[in-house]
């Protein structure tokens, strides 16, 4: 089975092929691991929340709320369908600040599904987390899916 990303506005469904997983505050590579914010609140709602957040005032990255509420953990989307990187897959959605904190559904017009595909998952060590120490950056947290 393989997640696909459904984008009910513009009509896309997008086979989710990396993903990076961020375990909570003890996590040093999570935006928790120097305490709850504003902008990290969302992370300790419900699961399948949309955490979306903005990077070097560019970028609109797309994580889902995976832990149970009060515990904060999220999966950011690194690539889906035709668009490989984080940022291509939040320009490739339209994505909004406005979705930030809203359920992944049809009624916000983004959800998930699982889908019958062929392939297998590695892990490997998440991207551009050297600053979290080898405990962190060298864990594998990172899943493709190799079609």
Not at 36 to 60: A, D, K, N, S
Not at 85 to 114: D, H, I, M, Y
């Amino acid at each position: 089975m393989a997640v696909v990303l459904r984008n009910g506005r513009d009509h896309q469904t997008l086979i989710i092929t990396e993903t990076e997983a961020y375990l909570g505050p003890h996590d040093l590579a999570s935006h928790l691991a120097r305490g709850r914010t504003p902008r990290t609140e969302v992370m300790f709602g419900e699961p399948g929340t949309l955490y979306i957040y903005l990077v070097y005032g560019l970028h609109l990255m797309l994580n889902v709320v995976t832990g149970p509420p009060g515990h904060a953990a999220a999966v950011l989307i690194r690539s889906a369908g035709h668009a490989s990187g984080p940022g291509r897959v939040g320009r490739a959605l339209g994505l909004s600040l406005l979705l930030n904190g809203k359920p992944a559904c049809p009624e916000t017009s983004l959800w998930f599904e699982e889908r019958p595909t062929q392939g297998r998952i590695i892990a490997t060590p998440r991207i551009g987390v050297d600053y979290a120490g080898p405990r962190w950056s060298r864990r594998k947290l990172r899943f493709i899916l190799q079609q």
